[in-house]
């Protein structure tokens, strides 16, 4: 099964810029959509962004213009470059892989593959 691991989230006053990454282990290169979330406390989980498999994105619109997600195929490694930082940024940040992957898969598809989670804290 392929194993997920995020890293780089932190504290930071708004705006200010973090970069999440999320290592792939496993069956990294069938995995041809990547995705990360984000949930915070009492909210529901929102998707943040999504790459696929022919490089192509998409943003939620609280983020675009702010965030940019990107991938390393030969480091095996997903990223999430944030920018512009907002406290309403704040949560627990996830990166996600589904294997089929098609230009109409969304945030809302399923992922069957997640990582533990990074948090971000963006303060005032």
């Known amino acids: 099964q392929v194993q997920l691991v995020e890293s780089g989230g932190g504290s930071v006053q708004a705006g200010g810029s973090l970069r999440l990454s999320c290592a792939a282990f496993g069956y990294y290169y069938s995995m041809n959509c990547m995705a990360w979330f984000r949930q915070a406390p009492g909210k529901e989980r929102e998707g943040v ?17 702010r965030f940019t997600i990107s991938k390393n195929s030969a480091k095996n490694t997903l990223y999430l470059q944030m920018n512009s930082l907002k406290p309403e940024d704040t949560a627990m940040y996830y990166c996600a892989a589904r294997e089929a992957c098609s230009s109409y898969s969304n945030l809302n598809s399923g992922f069957p593959y997640w990582g533990q989670g990074t948090q971000v804290t963006v303060s005032s």
């Open 49 to 65: 962004a999504i790459i696929r498999s022919d490089g192509s994105t998409t943003y939620a619109d609280s983020v675009k213009g």
